[in-house]
């Protein structure tokens, strides 16, 4: 971890730059693949599956009895701490249903808007050696919560055909009844076109690698919507003289052992807090077993020294980074000065990794400086605000002329046109 | 228009395709500007301001004195007309502000999310023959009551290097005070690098011709967000019985005269309104001054005849219209059947042009079928909705183990251990 003393305020956008990825161009696999599943439909996504994952499933749908069953395989200590956190994600996003609101702008003009959920929508959830199952809590909780008629789940297979087991017991208890055997650009390019049995989706969640991510830019080419703009996971811890530096050290390494290319930031305005984290960093990495990963993520990382909280607060707004930590007991006095975050951990016991699976809040977030102008996850992203309005004669002939004349000015003339041939009926009435 | 007699339902989704439009491929052109723009700055914004607008400003922002006199010229009448339209649109957009709402998910951890406006914002506003000056009332309103610190107002000058005075009223009227006279990809280059006079911006709203379009899909590449994917306008009219053929007629028109891309279908349970709605068509349309435009966008559209009100709006729903006119003195019956629409009318009174300009909502719309996963312009486009969490020791006492669990199926062993570290000094306390 570099440590960087009192940075000069001229050089803190050059700080918070992310390092450039190299990234692979892969648009001209993605749209030959997305082509050849247009064309030829489940033939060319079992064709690719073998491929890829070096399985060729004979269905790619999995049948309620696969999914009990192996649903049925993980232990009880994991169900029951699946079931907790599904509560709390659920009592979370429950209360992000927004109460409808009418208002009458001028007298006979009602104005209100509606939710609709997004009728369908596919999940993505990655397989392979850690079996994000918490990720499907995430996604499909607030899509059951928005009302989305037909949710599509796909997730790799592993060699011989099966989906984890963790992953589907989470499906199955967040009541989702679509689950196919399927990855990577193939499963995107299945749910932006639709096969003859994997359904087309409107909008396509979730995380994976960079064939994934290829994919969902593809999607998008395609008209579908996606969550967010894919990028490394990030935290910005930022630690006064409250803050125990083992707790902060943990912290950190949590989030470094996602992959090499994790973001991690350390922001203080006390100088042995930042050495005693690095101390505590250097002896805890070497109890984990994804050491080398998270070593080279440290690498990148950066411990800076500022003058005071407002200085770091204001370098984190800077950051935007995806996952904010204040590891103060005071945490609570600088909310109202957080512009840019995803998620944001207050005092020294809400750790991140609180937030990734059991507190409520959505593990789904924008990263690389993303958060200036994207939310995270939420009920919001599975549904649309359609607005509404009912005009009565009354409220034409009060809002009217004043529609006219703005539309004559933009030189709209049969937008004027639908005004006034109406209000010259009510005038003859 | 094309007239369909009682299609059959496999046809439907063949029916609701827009016609393909050719793209020119401007991202070489565009890719170049932005890159010039982020070298050189001003200088390169008024070359290419020179360029495509035929004229150099000395300077590219307009002082206060241009912005008081070009807006004092507009007539009192088009001044009345704006501020009533400002009332309206404010009165909608104010309730679209969500009150924090919090929840205790489990004893000793709180959740909840807080919105924060998105700190610098482009509304780009085009100019040439007809000056979108309603635009910036529905950008900048909700912007403000947003509460976005820094907005930034682009829109091309004439060849005399001026700005169009309605544009400059309506701007005054909201309080944007930086603006910029430039257009075309030159502008949103500008709002997506910032330059010596041009603020970089996080997010870019507006419409615009085919360079905009271009250009706004460059900034997101460069990591600012859009408002919504571009697609020509559209309408969509359901006209029952009870409906006024004239006032159908005319609202078809008021869409079409847009441009010969736009959009336009009718769909009604009865024939003879189809057919007195194609006469009444013929005649009004010889009255416009758009009619040109209009004939062509009108060749383009259908007036599709179904077995009743019910198939209309499943029909709607699988289109996906950018505005949903019900013409229908029982439109109210049919909200709840609306999935998928960007702004519904209900009623003989609700005309589109009313929502264009003056009734309160907002006129930035999905089109082009995106009406199925994006929401119109609200407030809700200037926020970011950040997640806050406050665990307490008892809190994490009661998540932690089943976080621990968790961690650990996923493989991720560090997450666990920042749980675990905190666990075993509150045992041990």
């Known amino acids: 971890m570099q440590t960087v003393l009192y940075p000069e305020k001229n050089t803190w956008e050059a700080l918070c730059?992310?390092?450039?990825?190299?990234?692979?161009?892969?648009?001209?696999?993605?749209?030959?693949?997305?082509?050849?599943?247009?064309?030829?439909?489940?033939?060319?996504?079992?064709?690719?599956?073998?491929?890829?994952?070096?399985?060729?499933?004979?269905?790619?749908?999995?049948?309620?009895?696969?999914?009990?069953?192996?649903?049925?395989?993980?232990?009880?200590?994991?169900?029951?701490?699946?079931?907790?956190?599904?509560?709390?994600?659920?009592?979370?996003?429950?209360?992000?249903?927004?109460?409808?609101?009418?208002?009458?702008?001028?007298?006979g003009v009602s104005c209100w808007r509606e939710n609709r959920a997004i009728d369908k929508v596919g999940i993505y959830i990655p397989g392979g050696s850690a079996p994000l199952f918490s990720t499907v809590l995430m996604l499909a909780i607030p899509a059951k919560i928005a009302g989305c008629k037909e949710i599509v789940l796909c997730t790799p297979p592993n060699k011989k055909g099966n989906v984890n087991s963790a992953i589907l017991y989470a499906a199955q208890l967040t009541g989702i009844t679509k689950i196919?055997?399927?990855?990577?650009?193939?499963?995107?390019?299945?749910?932006?076109?639709?096969?003859?049995?994997?359904?087309?989706?409107?909008?396509?969640?979730?995380?994976?690698?960079?064939?994934?991510?290829?994919?969902?830019?593809?999607?998008?080419?395609?008209?579908?919507?996606?969550?967010?703009?894919?990028?490394?996971?990030?935290?910005?811890?930022?630690?006064?003289?409250?803050a125990n530096p083992e707790y902060v050290a943990a912290d950190l390494l949590s989030q470094a052992e996602h992959g090499p290319d994790s973001q991690v930031v350390l922001l203080s305005d006390n100088k042995e807090i930042i050495s005693k984290t690095a101390k505590a960093l250097t002896k805890q990495v070497n109890t984990l077993p994804r050491k080398e990963i998270t070593l080279k993520a440290l690498n990148n990382s950066k411990a800076i020294l500022l003058s005071d909280l407002a200085e770091c607060i204001a370098f984190s707004?800077?950051?935007?980074?995806?996952?904010?930590?204040?590891?103060?007991?005071?945490?609570?006095?600088?909310?109202?000065?957080?512009?840019?975050?995803?998620?944001?951990?207050?005092?020294?016991?809400?750790?991140?990794?609180?937030?990734?699976?059991?507190?409520?809040?959505n593990h789904t977030l924008p990263t690389n400086g993303y958060a200036t102008s994207y939310s995270g996850v939420s009920v919001d992203s599975f549904i649309k605000k359609i607005t509404f309005q009912k005009i009565t004669r009354e409220g034409l002939q009060n809002i009217g002329p004043a529609i006219e004349v703005m539309a004559a000015a933009e030189q709209l003339e049969a937008h004027k046109n639908a005004v006034s041939i109406r209000l010259k009926d009510i005038s003859n009435e």
Not at 40 to 64: C, H, M, R, S, W
């Open 17 to 107: 730059q992310r390092p450039q990825l190299p990234v692979a161009d892969l648009e001209s696999l993605t749209c030959q693949i997305f082509d050849e599943i247009s064309k030829k439909g489940d033939d060319a996504v079992k064709k690719y599956t073998g491929f890829f994952d070096g399985v060729i499933p004979e269905n790619l749908q999995l049948n309620e009895d696969e999914i009990t069953k192996g649903a049925a395989k993980i232990s009880t200590e994991l169900k029951e701490a699946i079931q907790l956190a599904k509560a709390n994600i659920e009592a979370f996003h429950a209360i992000q249903k927004e109460q409808k609101k009418s208002v009458e702008t001028t007298p």
């Open 180 to 242: 196919y055997r399927i990855g990577g650009i193939q499963a995107i390019g299945a749910m932006t076109l639709g096969t003859e049995t994997i359904p087309k989706t409107y909008k396509i969640f979730g995380p994976g690698n960079q064939y994934v991510t290829a994919a969902k830019q593809t999607a998008l080419s395609y008209g579908v919507a996606i969550d967010l703009p894919a990028g490394p996971s990030e935290l910005l811890v930022i630690a006064d003289s409250t």
């Open 317 to 361: 707004n800077l950051y935007a980074p995806e996952h904010l930590i204040i590891a103060s007991d005071n945490a609570e006095n600088y909310i109202d000065d957080v512009t840019n975050a995803g998620s944001v951990f207050l005092g020294n016991y809400s750790c991140e990794s609180a937030g990734d699976y059991a507190s409520g809040t």
